[in-house]
């Protein structure tokens, strides 16, 4: 009785991170979006409008950069309960797995990845609207950078 318990317990716990992990990629596919928006509008706006969108993407890239640590926190803390359970299972498959991925030197972990795309993004439009702004450059005066 108390394995049985034991294994729904850990199914649930399984289920919940990988609803996690849709929730997680969801959300980045949220802010991939926006970006590409922002860009495909950006370049018929004017000098100021320019600048004000530079300002507004930048800061949701930082709100997106927040959001990937506080995903890989959440995550952590659920493969960490996760991997208690399986201590008292006949095998430790998610266990093994993170031990396998850890001693294979091509691994990258998913935070450290996806950290980039924020990253990229928000210095791009950083740059940008520092140069509109500073150097009154801008796609719809004719000049590109």
């Known amino acids: ?4 318990l034991l294994l729904q317990q850990w199914r649930l ?5 990988d609803k996690m992990s849709q929730r997680r990629s969801l959300t ?11 860009i495909s509008v950006y370049f018929s706006l004017s000098h100021w409008s320019q600048v004000a969108v530079s300002i507004f993407v ?17 995550n952590g803390a659920k493969f960490k309960v996760i991997l208690e359970m399986e201590k008292e ?4 498959a998610f266990g093994n797995e993170w031990n396998f991925l850890q001693a294979d030197d091509e691994y990258k972990n998913l ?11 928000g210095v791009s ?5 520092f140069f ?6 801008s796609y719809s005066s004719n000049v590109l950078l």
Do not use: H
């Open 132 to 137: 509109v702004f500073n150097c009154g450059l």
């Open 1 to 4: 009785m108390k394995d049985e």
């Open 58 to 74: 930048v800061i949701i890239n930082c709100v997106w950069w927040q959001n990937i640590k506080s995903y890989k926190l959440l």
């Open 28 to 38: 980045n596919s949220l802010f991939i979006t926006i970006n590409i928006g922002m």
């Open 13 to 17: 716990c399984v289920e919940m991170a």
């Open 125 to 129: 439009f950083a740059l940008y609207g």
């Open 111 to 121: 935070t450290d990845v996806e950290k980039w795309l924020p990253l990229i993004f």
């Open 89 to 92: 299972l006949p095998c430790q």
